[in-house]
């Protein structure tokens, strides 16, 4: 069963920064589109940001644009999420999924019915 290990989460202050991290196997990552999703108490799940295959495109829901970035560092099969400006609205358990059925234009999608790998999440919790 192909693993994805998020990390990075804890506790911020409003205003701070957080870096989050998803490692994933080699043979998934380099043929994924890579996404970062999140599910606060009590809501659904919903999309934050998304990296093509190649690092060329993103995608980011409104509510996080301009305050945070996604990346992916291929060679160590890694994709990171960059946060500032935290909000405690940002609040919530952040995954990672893989998407390994896109091709290299593929422009990574915010339907979480696309991402067939997803990690266990970690927790990401910002006070007032």
């Known amino acids: 069963q192909v693993q994805l290990v998020e990390s990075g989460g804890g506790l911020v202050q409003a205003g701070g920064s957080l870096r989050l991290s998803c490692s994933s196997p080699g043979r998934i990552f380099s043929r994924s589109v890579m996404g970062w999703f999140r599910q606060a108490p009590g809501k659904q799940r919903e999309f934050v940001a998304g990296?093509?295959?190649?690092?060329?495109?993103?995608n980011y829901a409104d509510s996080v644009k301009g305050r945070f970035t996604i990346t992916r560092d291929n060679a160590k099969n890694t994709a990171y999420l960059q946060m500032n400006s935290l909000k405690p609205e940002d609040t919530a358990i952040y995954y990672c999924?893989?998407?390994?059925?896109?091709?290299?234009?593929?422009?990574?999608?915010?339907?979480?019915?696309?991402?067939?790998?997803w990690g266990q999440g970690t927790q990401l919790i910002v006070s007032s």
């Open positions: 999924a893989a998407d390994s059925s896109a091709i290299i234009t593929t422009f990574p999608g915010s339907d979480s019915g696309s991402y067939e790998y």
């Open positions: 990296i093509s295959r190649g690092g060329r495109n993103t």
